[in-house]
């Protein structure tokens, strides 16, 4: 009984272990590419390649924490063990992640699709392309192609040259040890993080808040719900200013993409490329914001 429990204690500890394979690619649909194109691709070719290779894929959807999401992708991209970046469609989003893994000189493997033009800058890096199709004899193909740069890459342990660091022979960055923060810094969040939680008390109470007088109510009174038409592709949204393509959430998680609005609803398209409506009478519809916390 001792030795089983041993084993599964062995067990747990090596999952625990697991190294993680951050994926930069893009998210959201992109022109060129059908619907839900990108999703297939990672789906069918990057997680089955990276699983075989031993690692465990992680996207930024995948990234389940309310933070802002910038945060945790910069610590995705440098904390794990190994990246891929797809450099299809040439995202300006998925060069700019890139950029910051390779100031660090950290293994990175780059694909991209045959149907995307090579990227001059960082055309001298090796890369495995795959077929956009995803025909499923091509795709166990390159599943098997993408699993041995993955594995190359993590064996060469430093010593392969595929960062434009390495081939300029320059220092990689480096991230400092610890951030020293000033007194007035420390004392400005200080008051952030009571009044965060003096909010959260605020919308997790049961009580009503009591309010002394009418001055107070119109104090504090929320703005009313409504959509007000203030340019071509500009709204005015419970008081805030909103342009279609900005990205909305509610309480720091992310709806998606403001794609039209009406006097009576707001039109989102989400990160998977689903078109959803979301009603001036919607409980939600008052929470929408364009800060991500």
């Not at 690692?55 to 610590?75: E, Q, T």
């Not at 960082?122 to 499923?136: A, D, H, M, P």
Request: with cysteine.
């Amino acid at each position: 009984m001792l030795e089983r429990n041993k084993m599964v204690s062995d067990e747990t500890k090596n999952e625990s272990k697991q190294k993680t394979c951050f994926v930069i690619m893009p998210i959201a649909d992109m022109d060129g590419y059908e619907t839900g194109h990108f999703s297939r691709v990672y789906s069918h070719l990057i997680k089955p390649a990276c699983e075989k290779a031993g690692y465990l894929p992680v996207r930024a959807d995948d990234v389940g924490s309310s933070n802002y999401i910038i945060i945790d992708i910069l610590h995705k991209i440098l904390d794990s063990d190994l990246v891929l970046c797809d450099l299809s469609g040439r995202n300006p989003n998925v060069l700019y992640e890139l950029g910051i893994r390779q100031a660090f000189n950290l293994p990175t493997v780059l694909i991209k699709d045959i149907k995307t033009n090579k990227i001059f800058d960082i055309q001298g890096l090796r890369y495995t392309e795959y077929n956009q199709t995803l025909r499923v004899d091509e795709v166990v193909r390159d599943i098997a192609l993408l699993q041995k740069s993955l594995s190359e890459t993590a064996m060469a342990n430093g010593t392969d040259v595929n960062s434009l660091i390495q081939l300029l022979a320059v220092q990689p960055a480096t991230r400092p040890s610890s951030v020293e923060v000033s007194g007035e810094t420390s004392v400005i969040l200080s008051a952030l993080k009571d009044l965060a939680s003096r909010i959260s008390s605020l919308e997790h109470s049961s009580l009503p808040i009591q309010i002394p007088n009418e001055q107070a109510k119109r104090r504090f009174k929320r703005p009313s719900r409504m959509v007000e038409r203030i340019a071509e592709g500009s709204f005015m949204v419970n008081g805030e200013k909103m342009d279609i393509g900005d990205d909305l959430y509610i309480k720091g998680k992310e709806l998606g993409v403001l794609a039209d609005a009406s006097p009576h609803s707001l039109v989102i398209k989400s990160n998977a490329g689903e078109i959803f409506e979301l009603q001036i009478d919607d409980p939600r519809f008052s929470l929408i914001t364009l800060l991500p916390f």
